[in-house]
């Protein structure tokens, strides 16, 4: 299994709006794409919260080739229409892991 890990640092302003579109657009169009089978959202705890909420999506895969497909064809495209949407107000940083049971 492969976990495509993606990192968010959410200004306040704009949290509620954010997770509702994470949650009814930007999420089920991501699994949509039947690269990934589950997802995983995660708020992190015990941090300094002056800037903004910290939270962690991950989308679960069967394989690296599902989720190369999906960079290939859609990461990109999915990106840009979250960075024109959020501009400034989100960071975000995205990591791959492996699960080595």
């Known amino acids: ?3 495509y890990n993606i990192t968010f640092k959410v200004d306040h302003e704009c949290l509620d709006d954010w997770m509702e579109w994470q949650k009814t657009i930007q999420i089920p169009d991501i699994l949509a794409t039947g690269c990934f089978y589950d997802h995983r959202f995660y708020e992190l705890m015990n941090l300094e919260e002056d800037d ?4 962690v999506i991950q989308f679960l895969a069967k394989s690296k080739s599902d989720y190369n497909r999906y960079q290939q064809i859609f990461g990109v495209s999915l990106r840009h229409r979250a960075i024109e949407k959020w501009k400034d ?3 975000s940083f995205r990591t791959l892991l492996k699960n080595v049971e």
Do not use: E, L, Y
């Open 52 to 55: 903004g909420r910290t939270f």
């Open 89 to 91: 107000s989100v960071v």
């Open 1 to 3: 299994m492969f976990v």
